[in-house]
Structure formats: structure tokens, C-alpha cells
T-cell receptor
């Protein structure tokens, strides 16, 4: 079945450091890929998405590129801020005809950014 | 506007109580979802409604009863819950559950959640 594997956390960085959170997937059809962010005590917010191979999603300085050849969707940011401290979830939604489009989540990666 | 609202924000209930969670969206979405999230875990899908009809029930105990009275509203009725049901309950919506005959997917947008504590 479909699955998402994220790097284990927690990840602790200093402010202005470079961030990479690895995400790889397995899927039956042609999935759409998502990064959601969850700040402490809140719900999930869509951070970015990509719907086909080689698409790059970007938002708030975060980027991720849909790599079909490596089945990956790694999240990157060039300079993190304290306000980026949160849990990040990689997710896929498979898109074969007749699918329900359910989200499959990775386990989440907690990021802590120190001043 | 991609806002999904949920009420209440926090709820404490005893095991014999009956309570309801409410979710609302005005984006014209026809698919709505309930998820349960335990601490330090990803959300787990509970129910999916498509065009106001229940399309997925992920073997959820009957003490959880969903209801979709119209295309903008989704309720979750709670009765005789157990302490292990304490969690963050998240609602989400999307344009549709799937792309229909062409396949494809639609982005799910989440609400802020209801933090439920069962005593």
C-alpha cells in the first residue's frame, strides 16, 4: 500500500541555519504530495504542495520538489526562524481513477529553532 | 479564503456525557473529514463525507456518530466515551474526495481542532 517515510526528529537548529527534512514515498498511482505544518496547540496548515513530477511547491521561504525518480519530496528552507518551530508532516494523496484521495501521512518531524 | 472553523476549541466531558463537535466551511467544498490525533502522532482518518453522504468509516466505535446536515456543516456526536478517546479532533474539507473519472486529488484544508479530554 501507499506510505510516506519522514526523517526522525526532533531536529534542533540555530536561527538562520539551513533546514532539510527528508521525505520519501511509495504510491500506486500518480500521487499529489503535501507538506503540512502544525504549530503548538493548533491544527494542520497546508504549507505547500506539488501535483506532478518536477513540480516545485513553495511558500514562506520553504520549498520542496516532487522527484519521481527518487520518490522524494524533501522540505528545505535556506534560513530558519524561531517562529518556524513546529511539527512538519509530509503527506501524499493517491490519484488513480476511483481513489478516494485519502491523505497518507508521515510520522511528523518536530523542528525546534533556537535564537 | 481557505478557512475551516471548529467549535468548541476545548471540551472536557465525563464518560456518561453526550456532547457534539461542530465543523463549518464556506468554500463550497463537497467533501468533509473527521480525524483523530493523539499526541506526537499524525492524524488518523475517522470518517469521510462526500456530497453529504458518509463514504468512509474507518471502523470507528459507535460511540462516535458523525452527521452532515448540509454541505457546509459537519458534526461529530459523542456518547459514552472512554478516557483513551482524549485527543485532538480535526475537521478538514476539500473540493471533492477524488478527481472522479480523470483521477487526481483535491487539497484538504484543516480546521484548528477541538481538544477533547474525557475524565
Amino acid at each position: 500500500g501507499d506510505s510516506v517515510t519522514q526523517m526522525e526528529g526532533p531536529v534542533t537548529l540555530s536561527e538562520e541555519a539551513f533546514l532539510t527534512i527528508n521525505c520519501t514515498y511509495t504510491a500506486t498511482g500518480y500521487p499529489s504530495l503535501f507538506w503540512y505544518v502544525q504549530y503548538p496547540g493548533e491544527g494542520l496548515q497546508l504549507l505547500l504542495k506539488a501535483t506532478k513530477a518536477d513540480d516545485k511547491g513553495s511558500n514562506k521561504g520553504f520549498e520542496a520538489t516532487y522527484r519521481k525518480e527518487t520518490t522524494s519530496f524533501h522540505l528545505e528552507k535556506g534560513s530558519v526562524q524561531v517562529s518556524d518551530s513546529a511539527v512538519y508532516f509530509c503527506a501524499l494523496s493517491d490519484s488513480f481513477i476511483g481513489s478516494q484521495g485519502n491523505l497518507i501521512f508521515g510520522k511528523g518531524t518536530k523542528l525546534s529553532v533556537k535564537p | 479564503d481557505t478557512e475551516v472553523t471548529q467549535t468548541p476549541k476545548h471540551l472536557v466531558m465525563g464518560m456518561t456525557n453526550k456532547k457534539s463537535l461542530k465543523c463549518e466551511q464556506h468554500m463550497g467544498h463537497r467533501a468533509m473529514y473527521w480525524y483523530k490525533q493523539k499526541a506526537k502522532k499524525p492524524p488518523e482518518l475517522m470518517f469521510v463525507y462526500s456530497y453529504e453522504k458518509l463514504s468512509i468509516n474507518e471502523s470507528v466505535p459507535s460511540r462516535f456518530s458523525p452527521e452532515c446536515p448540509n454541505s457546509s456543516l459537519l458534526n461529530l456526536h459523542l456518547h459514552a466515551l472512554q478516557p483513551e478517546d482524549s485527543a485532538l479532533y480535526l475537521c478538514a474539507s476539500s473540493l471533492r474526495t477524488s478527481g472522479g473519472s480523470r483521477g487526481g486529488t483535491d487539497t484538504q484544508y484543516f480546521g484548528p481542532g477541538t481538544r477533547l479530554t474525557v475524565l
